[in-house]
């Protein structure tokens, strides 16, 4: 690897780390807030007001209040979205320059063109999207528990399928990748849009639709849970002797990504 590849690497690995502590930090926070808030306590004043909290940080004390449904539009709405956009697209960028232009993307000895590697590479991340938005449009999709084994389900049989075509280092990091895109999309296709329509619906003194909430916040657990598998898939990177180079590289993702789903969800309900 070039000089020039080498610091491109650097930074775009730095700027990946910052921008995820940014988006990771502020979706547990904000997921920590939904089981914090307290019922108001002179409920019959505030009755668009589902909860309230208080919160102290650095010498600061703040308090919190969570509406049922927009009321009045504030002069300045803080929008969390871009640290998502800027996380991924750092991670696409060290993607294609580590293994679309670097590192072997496909196995030593493979028989299939770089550029077929490549096609391979992006359609497991788009792919990913595609099955995962599907899963809850289906029947699976009503229920958390089913649309959630079916989604882990498709992730164990994507890492035992690209082992077969690409690198096993790049299959891992791959099936990490594949969770991080839908992640981002989960941000700017439904969340964030939801949100908008929210307003718009406030604006125009239309009927309130707790279904658009409903499904944004399923959305922002979903990308809680997937999280730390996330993490941990991202760093097997450092581990090949026994992650995707050991005996058994999908029995152990297959352990590992529910896991640390659990440990996501442990942080998120009592931490």
């Known amino acids: 690897m070039s000089d020039l590849q080498e610091w491109l690497s650097l930074i775009l690995r730095w700027t990946h780390a910052i921008t995820g ?30 909860g309230e909290l208080w919160m102290v ?45 670097g590192a072997s993307l496909l196995d030593y000895g493979s028989e299939l063109p770089r550029w077929k590697g490549i096609l391979v590479s992006a359609g497991a991340l788009a792919g990913a999207v595609g099955v995962y938005r599907l899963i809850w449009k289906t029947p699976f999709g009503r229920s958390e528990a089913a649309g959630g084994i ?13 082992l077969n075509v690409l690198s096993d280092r790049a299959a891992y990091l791959h099936v990490g990748a594949m969770m991080g895109t839908v992640m981002m999309t989960n941000v700017w296709m439904t969340i964030i849009p939801n949100q908008r329509k929210i307003m718009a619906i406030s604006e125009a003194n239309g009927e309130p639709r707790p279904e658009l909430s409903l499904e944004a916040k399923r959305c922002s657990k979903h990308n809680t849970l997937m999280s730390m598998p996330l993490l941990f898939l991202m760093l097997s990177n450092h581990y090949p002797s026994i992650t995707f180079g050991g005996s058994h590289p999908v029995l152990l993702l297959a352990v590992l990504l529910p896991l640390g789903a659990w440990a996501a969800h442990l942080i998120r309900e009592h931490a």
């Open 21 to 50: 502590i940014m988006w990771i930090g502020q979706t547990y926070l904000f997921n920590w807030m939904e089981k914090a808030f307290d019922p108001p306590p002179k409920a019959a004043d505030k009755p668009n007001i589902s």
């Open 57 to 101: 940080h650095g010498g600061g004390f703040y308090l919190v209040e969570k509406q049922k449904w927009p009321e009045d539009m504030p002069r300045v709405l803080h929008w969390f979205k871009w640290e998502a956009m800027l996380t991924w697209l750092s991670g696409f960028l060290l993607l294609s320059l580590t293994y679309w232009a």
């Open 150 to 162: 079916v989604w882990y389900l498709f992730l164990v049989a994507s890492c035992a399928a690209l």
